[in-house]
Each structure stands twice: as C-alpha cells, then as structure tokens.
Nanobody
Framework: VQLQASGGGLVQTGGSLRLSCAVS?????????MAWFRQAPAKERTFVAAVKYSYTYYTDSVKGRFTISRDNAKNMVYLQMDSLRPEDTAVYYCAAGPSVIQSSLRPQNAYAYWGQGTQVTVSS
C-alpha cells in the first residue's frame, strides 16, 4: 500500500489550499480510517483530522477551517484548508489505518501506512 500526498505550497494568511492523498495497492473502504497529520519545524508530528465511515474528527485548532473528505471510488482523501494561519505551516502527512477503531483515531501508531508528506507554508 502506498500513499502519495500532494497539493502543498506557499499561501498568504487567510488563503486556502487543498491537499490530496492518493492511495494505491489497495482499495480504500469506508471502514478504513484515513487521517492527516502535520509536523512543524522542530516539533513533533501531531494529529490534524481523520475520517472513518462518514464520521470526521479534527484537532481543536483547525475546527471550522479544515475539512477532511474521501472518495473511495477514486481511492483519494482530501484536506481542504481555509483561513490558513502562519501556525499551520508544516509538512502534512496522510495516513491510512485499516484496523483503527473510532476511539483511537488520533495516535500516530494506530496508522499502518504513511505518505511522504507535502510542505504547506503560510506567510504572514
């Protein structure tokens, strides 16, 4: 299973970006947990958002600004990021967890497959 993240770039404060994650080697299912994490410079990688079935979960700092979605027919997961702030600057990683239960969507070690990351830079 391979994940390929894309869509990162440089944007001004208040701008928008849409990240995409293409999954290959296995068909995604609604029961799979798909997530986005991010790692800011000199910081640990942290949970951003996840989707399992039709349920979505977000870290508090992005609620109301980011939207995670999936298209199982295309084996794709997206992260729409609006009202971006400089503190959103990070490398963003997509992850897939076929065995993740809904009560454990936030820990990194719950996810078996990871993409390579895409850089998001928000200028002030």
């Amino acid at each position: 299973v391979q994940l390929q993240a894309s869509g990162g770039g440089l944007v001004q404060t208040g701008g928008s970006l849409r990240l995409s994650c293409a999954v290959s080697g296995r068909s995604t299912r609604s029961s799979d947990a798909m997530a986005w994490f991010r790692q800011a410079p000199a910081k640990e990688r942290t949970f951003v958002a996840a989707v399992k079935y039709s349920y979505t979960y977000y870290t508090d700092s992005v609620k109301g600004r980011f939207t995670i979605s999936r298209d199982n027919a295309k084996n794709m997961v997206y992260l729409q990021m609006d009202s971006l702030r400089p503190e959103d600057t990070a490398v963003y990683y997509c992850a897939a967890g076929p065995s993740v239960i809904q009560s454990s969507l936030r820990p990194q070690n719950a996810y078996a497959y990871w993409g390579q990351g895409t850089q998001v830079t928000v200028s002030s």
